[in-house]
């Protein structure tokens, strides 16, 4: 990445803007972002129903006009555009949108569940609380470990960080457990633990079935589960319908009870994000998490992946020697 | 419906083939449909994956030939097809897919859960145990009972029954209780009482997230139960995972669980599906379903649905006493 676009903060760095990015650049305009090397415009927003908003369409077709490609999460295909589309051919650059489905119609059957190496998938309280970044970190800190460890993207910008996946909720949601399953027995050909990305929440209204479909396509045997230190109601569309998160050994004990339905699945930690507080507040939070679920938490971007890294390879280390004595 | 087409039972009624249907004739061709009167088609499979079975194409084409209509709950697309869609613009004919999701992208917020007329959504031990149907004889029973009552069509069949609905498990999965939600919204506001049609089952690996999508959408207040009686393990893609089929009154508090996460919803009674016992036999599941339970039961079709009208008729009255005292 070699330049932010918004041309209402231009002249700033991402740092000064978000909070992260360091000195990456925002810029006003392609030109400007033509001049730091660019030759390809990410759509970087998720926005709630997945619409291309209105201003975007002129960077869009600038930068399709420029011969750049253009990658997009959004739940519109700009592949579906006619404009867009003729505009791509006659510049031959590529539109990908990475939320289309795939053409294949899986149907989930529990087959992941037979496999024997650890599969950990991300849980949350919420949407937005760290599900893909502790994902990442997690497989990062395994491969540090010695391990060959597998992460599975299941939303856009998880693809475009790994360069492979299914965007679960673009699914028909016949599909969407079956999708997975793939992904996770495909995984596995090649790995000693595999990472999943997870998405939503079992209690956030507009999106539990997609967590639900997550939980039982990947079958896993073991739960991450992730929340924003401080978040105490559910962000839904609707401010009024908010309702209040339950403390998180409640929520351990829901997303035990949900995957064995399918397969038990024991949380082996918390992966808390803590941005939004100080240090003190934050290695507080922490504390705090472990103490009530009795589980090993961390926040793993701030202070390291390491307690989730080695509750998996206990768990990995249990399940060899359970297999080896049966 | 005029005819049934299968051309290796031709000649035969529907209840010798299948056990019901009654005196409607088995045809081998268009032809023989023809002569019966018929003028539209109906694709009335619903196979696993969702595609067009090869032999079906001649018939669809020659049915767009003869200017029928064609209505297909396929998961794929008849309309999509450019030999299909252009038979079917030559001859002036309709292919409906009633599955095609709506354009339209809603994301729940648990907006239904505010309702305060009763809305009833039918769950199920696995698919295919009677959810459609215990709803639409649930329907009939409360409109004779008085109440002015609204089916949600969730699924192609119900869509077929009701001439309106969304085939949720076609939606892509961020937007299936969103438009369970609209559904749900637009039925109340001429209704007493609105009875959703249930789809899947909590703990099918396949279809689960549907199931949770339609209760956190719907957001019902109240849960009829239903099984087939008989059925002991679930039935799956792949033969192996067809795990057994908890009791149930275990599947009752595991669907109340779930149902709390956004809304508490209380299991009124047991829809079961006796079709494949004696007399004898089904009056004993009947009654077996009951005392397991606690609940009012009943086979819907065989027995009568009135033990469950009660059931919802009773909460109802619980509930407006309340809404009067407070």
Known sequence: VVAVLDSTRAGRTAHECVGVGGDLPVVGDLDDAHRLGAEALLVGIAPQGGELPAPFRAVVLGALERGWDVFSGLHVFLGDDPELAERARARGATLWDVRRPPVRRPVAAARAARLEIPVVLTVGSDCNVGKMTAALELRAGLERAGCRAAFVATG?????VSDRGVAVDAVPADFVAGVVEDLVLEAARDADVIVVEGQGALRHPGYSGVTLALLHGAAPSA????????????????DRSGAAIPPLAELVREYESAAAWVRPAAVLGI?????????TAARAAVAAAAL??????????????????????????????????S
């Not at 739960?223 to 609707?238: E, F, K």
């Not at 808390?272 to 240090?279: F, I």
């Not at 768990?315 to 060899?320: K, M, N, P, S």
């Open 156 to 160: 856009q910008t998880g693809i475009f």
């Open 223 to 238: 739960l991450v589960l992730c929340h924003q230190a401080g978040r105490d109601r559910l962000r839904t569309a609707d």
């Open 271 to 279: 992966a808390l994000h803590t941005a939004t507080l100080d240090e």
């Open 292 to 325: 009530q679920t009795g589980l090993p938490a961390s926040d793993p971007v701030r202070f390291g992946v390491e307690p989730l890294v080695a509750a998996v390879l206990a768990r990995r280390a249990r399940g060899r020697n359970h297999a080896t004595a």
